[in-house]
């Protein structure tokens, strides 16, 4: 089955910046767009950014853009987050996505299958 196991949440003085880890397994990784989202207390899970299985198509939730890149390494199953300048509202738990489909993409939470457990980004003021 798949698995998706997400890292590098902490704690951070606003400002600053972190990079999240997503490392999968148990599908072919280069054939499937992966995506980040958050959730924050209260609130419903929203998109952050997603990256085509290629890496060459790249979405952003108008919130991260210009703050956050999303990559990814096919050679290591793996997908990335770097969070630059984050903001108090940035603090939320983020996921990491696997896309339900082969080649391709999107940016509804309902087109992704597959999820990690989260990891926490807390931002202080």
């Known amino acids: 089955q798949v698995q998706l196991v997400e890292s590098g949440g902490g704690l951070v003085q606003a400002g600053g910046s972190l990079r999240l880890s997503c490392a999968a397994s148990?599908?072919?990784?280069?054939?499937?767009?992966m995506g980040w989202f958050r959730q924050a207390p209260g609130k419903e899970r929203e998109f952050v950014a997603t990256?085509?299985?290629?890496?060459?198509?790249?979405d952003y939730a108008d919130s991260a853009k210009g703050r956050f890149t999303i990559s990814r390494d096919n050679t290591k199953n793996t997908v990335y987050l770097q969070m630059n300048s984050l903001k108090p509202e940035d603090t939320a738990v983020y996921y990491c996505?696997?896309?339900?489909?082969?080649?391709?993409?999107?940016?509804?939470?309902?087109?992704?299958?597959?999820w990690g457990q989260g990891t926490q980004v807390t931002v202080s003021s």
């Open positions: 996505a696997a896309h339900r489909n082969p080649y391709r993409s999107g940016r509804d939470r309902t087109e992704f299958g597959s």
């Open positions: 148990g599908l072919t990784f280069s054939m499937y767009a």
């Open positions: 990256i085509n299985w290629s890496g060459r198509n790249i």
